[in-house]
């Protein structure tokens, strides 16, 4: 390992050189959080983490190759030649996540060796997945969660294409304890049928995932089709929240703690408003709808509003046959991140959402906010079937998944 001397000459500061880069382990990383899993035993539970990450851009030259459109294909591949891999196509705003130095995972994680005859992918989930204690991973791209917002649609649709292909055919079948939601090009409603007629039945494929920062009205009608096919095919549809730094209502944020904390529920507000208030719960009753990587805070606060909107303006929403609280109720909802500062309040959003049927286990893996089992096994006042429940039994459910 290399050091350097920081501004006032004094201290040594690591820096992620030579050594480190070729010393990372990610085992090595997660080694409080394998001591945490075999101190609560969690070998006697099922775990499945609904909401985990990998970055695609390590594997973006296998990628690019899926691309069916030449021209895209093409750029995709230009930038593989100049080693900048995604940037060159991918849509990537300057968010400023940098943390000074302190977290060096996202830095180093690329330079983490794999094993000899398995794909790298594939090591990496494993071994998250060992140390952290978990049965199953439900896994997301990551600088991709942004394509929503790309000037382009046509890249949206070629890139997620791409990238389904190589994740559902060169990762997912090799073990069946990685899975994933299958990224859906909403700005493109037709290709969103062709993907779940696709990819709706290869191994691995629990659901789709919809990257919410985008402006489409997700209950225009251009979507029943897309709706209508996932709930013939017992799929459930998950909005993933994303923040959009160039936002206009953003503009005057300054900091990147400022855009976090309210770009991650923006969209997911928007999106689930429209769909509860537009009835599109009562057109397609048995459809599973998540809202991921949002935490709970805002759950409660928009059971409260729309209600009370709702009780002054039935005639304007005329589909409902319930509160708009209790549409939410029926939908699912994962814990990442969990705001725990204060337990009564946390107490109050699980009670108001059903979080023992309703609410599912989320790590957000290995992003630098990511969460362990435990912000749900330590929790004082869930009861041990609640625990159960929310750390994987009712992921089992949502997803189909084996026992």
């Not at 820096?15 to 010393?23: H, M």
């Not at 996202?106 to 952290?132: C, L, Q, S």
């Not at 290995?366 to 041990?384: A, R």
Request: aromatic content about 10%.
């Amino acid at each position: 390992m290399t050091t350097t001397t920081d501004p006032t000459g004094t201290d040594p500061v690591r820096t992620i050189n030579t050594g480190e880069r070729e010393g990372f382990s990610t085992s090595r990383h997660l080694e409080h959080a394998k001591q945490q899993a075999v101190e609560r035993n969690y070998r006697d539970l099922l775990i499945v983490d609904v909401d985990a990450h990998h970055y695609e851009e390590e594997s973006w030259p296998e990628i690019v190759e899926y691309i069916e459109d030449p021209v895209i294909r093409h750029r995709a591949k230009l930038g593989v030649a100049k080693n900048n891999l995604g940037s060159s196509l991918l849509f990537r705003p300057p968010a400023n996540q940098s943390i000074s130095g302190r977290l060096r995972r996202k830095g180093a994680h690329k330079f983490e060796e794999g094993e000899e005859g398995t794909h790298r992918e594939i090591t990496m989930v494993r071994r998250e997945m060992e140390a952290i204690g978990i049965d199953y991973q439900v896994v997301f791209p990551t600088p991709m969660l942004q394509l929503g917002m790309h000037p382009d649609p046509q890249v949206e649709v070629a890139v997620s294409w791409a990238y389904s292909r190589w994740f559902t055919e060169q990762i997912l079948p090799h073990d069946p304890k990685i899975k994933t939601m299958i990224y859906l090009p909403f700005n493109e409603p037709d290709a969103c049928v062709r993907y779940i007629e696709q990819f709706s039945d290869k191994p691995g494929v629990v659901g789709f995932m919809v990257t919410a920062a985008r402006y489409r009205p997700a209950h225009h009608n251009a979507y029943m089709k897309v709706y209508r096919a996932l709930e013939e095919r017992d799929m459930p549809i998950g909005f993933h929240a994303i923040f959009h730094e160039q936002e206009r209502m953003f503009e005057g944020m300054n900091k990147f703690l400022s855009v976090h904390a309210l770009g991650f529920i923006f969209y997911n507000l928007v999106h689930i408003t429209n769909i509860v208030i537009n009835g599109i719960p009562e057109r397609f009753p048995k459809l599973k709808f998540m809202w991921i990587e949002g935490g709970l805070a805002w759950v409660p606060f928009l059971m409260q509003r729309l209600d009370n909107e709702y009780m002054m303006r039935t005639s304007e929403a005329p589909l409902l046959k319930k509160l708009p609280s209790d549409y939410m109720r029926d939908m699912f909802y994962t814990s990442q991140p969990i705001e725990n500062r204060d337990l009564g309040a946390l107490e109050t959003s699980m009670r108001m959402m059903n979080a023992e049927t309703q609410l599912m286990f989320a790590s957000d893996y290995p992003h630098w906010d990511f969460n362990l089992p435990s912000t749900i096994y330590d929790l004082p006042f869930l009861s041990d079937q609640a625990k159960r429940q929310i750390l994987g039994e009712n992921a089992r459910r949502v997803f189909n998944l084996e026992k």
